[in-house]
């Protein structure tokens, strides 16, 4: 059971380069997000998906978009990347019942030079 | 506004010493809390939530609503158990709650 899967695990970016970042879960969970981890910060949501096309903005939206074509996958895409985009994502799954545990992927380590 | 507060960055203890990790929250209502745990190399994952009252690898928290605190304890820390610690709340109500997450403890155990 691989639960939460992101790839790639790490990423260099130039400045101004786009990318997508990968996340599939096989628990047919409703609910998916994305966060980035920052030293000092813990972390803060992106945007969230609660099922197939359905998505809405977390509290640090700027620069990314997602989409939820299925209920397994949620990418996260950078359209131009930034050094201040450089940081540990973290996706999530979890399901749409109350109390139900989030379970986290293994994370992407970005840099943006 | 939802707020969750760790204030030490580093916790530096021997092993068989007690630990508290502290966490303090600021809710208006009623939320889950949550201790997650990041070891060396690997993903983020659930610890501890209070709704469970459970005790996970010798670690104990209890939700105490009059202070607003949910602090991580264990009694005699052992050197896997070092680790990144992050406390978390999210809303009780119906529908996609957010985890609100502290800026983490970094708990380090000496031999």
């Known amino acids: 059971n691989a639960g939460v899967t992101q790839t790639p695990k790490f990423q260099v970016l130039k400045t101004g380069q786009s990318m997508t970042l990968q996340c599939a879960q096989d628990m047919n969970h409703e609910y998916m997000s994305w966060y980035r981890q920052d030293p000092g910060m813990g972390l803060r949501l992106i945007h969230y998906s609660v099922g197939a096309g359905i998505t809405d903005q977390g509290e640090v939206p700027n620069g990314y978009n997602v989409s939820r074509s299925t209920t397994e996958d949620f990418p996260l895409r950078l359209l131009s990347a930034a050094p201040s985009q450089t940081s540990v994502y973290f996706c999530?799954?979890?399901?749409?019942?109350?109390?139900?545990?989030?379970?986290f992927g293994q994370g992407t380590r970005l840099t943006v030079v | 506004a939802q707020r969750v507060t760790q204030p030490e960055k580093l916790l530096s203890v021997f092993k068989g010493a007690p630990v508290e990790l502290k966490c303090n929250y600021s809710y208006s209502g009623s939320p889950e809390l949550f201790w997650y745990v990041q070891y060396s190399r690997q993903r983020l994952q659930l610890l501890l939530r209070h709704i469970s009252r459970e005790s996970i690898k010798g670690f104990t928290a209890d939700l105490n609503k009059g202070e607003t605190s949910f602090h991580l304890k264990k009694p005699f820390a052992q050197e896997e158990d070092s680790a990144m610690y992050y406390c978390a709340l999210r809303g009780l109500n119906t529908g996609f709650q957010k985890l609100v997450f502290g800026t983490g403890t970094r708990l380090l155990v000496s031999p």
């Open positions: 999530a799954a979890q399901g749409s019942r109350q109390r139900t545990e989030a379970f």
